[in-house]
């Protein structure tokens, strides 16, 4: 996505437990032209450049107030235009830019229960709900590109029917809205979890691996027979890949199954020209973190994307649920189909009298596609954003006119920030964090954000099908 006047273009790793966009400081990497520091930190934010950077105080920021910092670093809220390739821009849309001591770094693309990225999507006429679907690609030798779509889901990526889930309390004791429980873990046939464990644990596509416990950690590495002593992390020799499969059963009896292929993969991170690239072709790395050493209760047990890659999720806040699907592989050629979910309207109660309905809405359905998974890219993840128009007739739009925002002050229970454990990839200043979604009261009356509406030029539809920009 870009932001910025002109765009400064960045990418973005979705974080459901984040409800604001965060970016990077230029100061983090000197300059621009340190291509592996931009790319590893996704881009960086350079407001001298942005004539339509406008600074902010917290207090008085259309943000959401619910995420809060860490006492480390320095942050700047700010709103400035956001653009969604050439399909729509969002102006006065709420950005926190962070600036971290050690070169410590933390961007993320929100979708928490209280998203200001979402709600400036629907508010600026790019969405027409704040419903997410998710898939996130493929990160193996032969990497796919994955889809999130804002207001609706990529049907032609599900593969089954949908299994639905209650959207996590604010008092649960992981600090994230979605989250399952996993009642079987098997590793080529061998069990990694006891018969009577359940584990809790958030899916974040934030986090690209795995995480367990460190005791299931210990038996992973001993059922592949991992050598500590050449290889740090859990590594093994690229010419003696373990064979197996890991398998994920849930507690309602939903189970998926983690092929060989993309458990394993060789080492990579960012090269020299900060593009995601093999690293090491004599080493692969397992797709669970290696947390052995660390202490069980230090872990936030995840299913990253990795888990992204074989199921479909879809989060709908507004009804307080999350649903999974299984995906379609990987390696299927297939195209997008696009379907809509629109924010529901209210029924009012009966009255005496019949009172005439109100015409239906007249939904711009717009869907956000971004490129989640694959190598190529600025950071781990590619992250580009696109947009497609749903129309059932003709119309035309016109250009809408730039309007001053206001910037409400949004009340909200300050809470302390907590690292989401990842031994993989983007660096995170926090050491530990509380969680940071809206409480139940503010997962369905959150307060106004006033951004100023979307401008996208006029769009004709024919035939009652999606056309793309």
Known sequence: MGIGTPNQIFALRPYTALNNTRVNNVADCDSTSNDTCVGGEGGVFNSQNSPSYSVSIKGNWNGSQIDTEDSTGSYVYFNDRVSFQSAASVYGFPVVMDSEPQGGSF?????????????????????????????????????????????????????????????????AALPCPVQVNITGLYFAGQPLLGGSDVMTACIEPYVQRFVFTPAVAQTFAQITSQNSTLYKGMDYNASNTPPGDLIITLSNGYTTNITNDELFTLRRGSDQYGRYAITNNTVVEAGISDNRAKSPASQTLTLGGLFLTFNYLVMDYENNEFRLAPAVASDAQTGSSLTTVCTPTATPSASPSPTPAPPPANHTAAIVGGVVGGVIGLALIAAAIAFVLFRGRRRQRQDRTEIQPSMPEMESPVMSPRTMSDANTLRSPMSRWDSVEAPASEKKQVSEVYEMPASRPPVEMADSRAEYY
């Open 107 to 171: 961007s993320g693309l929100p979708i928490g229960t209280n998203s200001s990225f979402l709600r400036a999507a629907v508010h600026g006429g790019v969405a027409p709900s704040q419903v997410v679907g998710l898939w996130s690609g493929s990160r193996s030798l032969a990497p796919v590109d994955g889809l999130m779509v804002l207001g609706g889901y990529d049907a032609a990526r599900v593969n089954g029917n949908f299994t639905t889930f209650p959207v996590a309390e604010a008092s």
